[in-house]
């Protein structure tokens, strides 16, 4: 990260398999072991950052970027993004912290209140 008198410019690497709404859409149908590590590796993301205080706030498929898969490979590396929702919280704390995230992706008991 870089930081001058008027921006923060950050330096990531280059995620360029797409996110995990078009590879989805891409394969038609995915089988129970490879959604089961694509799960695997998004709570494994989730756990380190809870674990930093951290909650994202807005996960879906379109922020959970992949790097490009190996022809013939069932194996997808996913990276959780966009923590433009994100914010810290304590334990305990977390029922106090509303946000509304993403339209589409919120619970009916969010958008009845």
């Known amino acids: 990260m870089f930081e001058d008198e ?3 410019v950050i330096v ?3 995620i360029s398999g797409g996110n995990l709404l078009n590879i989805m859409e891409k394969q038609g149908r ?3 072991k490879w959604a089961a590590k694509v799960i695997k590796q998004t709570l494994l ?3 380190y950052m ?3 205080g951290i909650m994202h706030r807005d996960v879906k498929l379109e922020n959970l970027l992949c790097l ?8 997808l590396e996913v990276k959780l ?18 946000c509304l995230g993403s339209g589409l992706y919120m619970s009916p008991e969010l958008v009845s209140k």
């Open 12 to 14: 990531s690497e280059l």
């Open 45 to 47: 993301a989730l756990n």
């Open 6 to 8: 008027k921006q923060y």
């Open 50 to 52: 809870h674990q930093k």
């Open 81 to 98: 993004t966009d923590f433009g929702f994100a914010t810290h919280f304590k334990a305990g704390e977390e029922e106090k912290i509303l």
């Open 68 to 75: 490009p898969q190996q022809k013939n490979s069932d194996e």
């Open 30 to 32: 995915i089988t129970e």
